[in-house]
């Protein structure tokens, strides 16, 4: 819905959220206009509104006549990578060395040197220390899972499926 402001700017509402668009000043309160150069839902529905031409409203870089100017020249080819001028700085930058680690704590993965010793890292040493006021071993939450009923004898935890089975199972092992 598109309903006329004052000032030249109009207010369009679209799914429920509203938002003042000027034509003039080709912006929108979404912002998606300004940024894109390409007029948002919002102004689009402006536009058809007040019957006029949505090409005109697209920024001037996205028009064919800019794309023409661009390459009117043409594409000019280039060389390979490896014809490419080479400067004087080194290629690849170093990465700074590692930080020193307190003792015994390496990476993940790796062996652990203790007095000359090689020890190799535990699940143990890789799980999260906990902190002071938290508990040492949490429990788990049981799932509460929906119980089946046999749909012959409405007995709970088999289905019709095992019926049968289930029957044979309480019956005496012997068979009796």
Not at 16 to 22: A, D, E, M, N, Y
Not at 56 to 75: D, L, P, S
Request: hydrophobic letters at 25%; proline letters at 6%.
């Amino acid at each position: 819905k598109v309903f006329r402001s004052t000032n030249n700017t109009w207010l369009a509402i679209h799914q429920g959220s509203s938002h003042r668009v000027s034509l003039t000043s080709r912006t929108c309160t979404c912002r998606r206009w300004e940024i894109t150069g390409i007029p948002c839902v919002h102004a689009y529905g402006v536009i058809l509104h007040v019957k006029g031409q949505p090409q005109e409203y697209v920024c001037h870089w996205f028009r064919t006549t800019m794309w023409r100017k661009t390459y009117e020249e043409g594409i000019i080819p280039i060389r390979s990578a490896r014809f490419w001028p080479v400067g004087g700085e080194p290629r690849v930058h170093k990465p700074p060395p590692p930080e020193e680690k307190g003792d015994n704590e390496d990476n993940e993965g790796e062996k652990k040197k203790d007095k000359g010793k090689t020890t190799k890292v535990t699940k143990k040493d890789k799980e999260r220390k906990k902190g002071v006021n938290e508990s040492p071993v949490k429990k788990k939450t049981k799932l509460l899972k929906r119980v089946m009923h046999c749909g012959v004898c409405g007995e709970a935890n088999h289905n019709s499926r095992f019926h049968n089975t289930r029957k044979k199972s309480r019956q005496d092992p012997n068979g009796e």
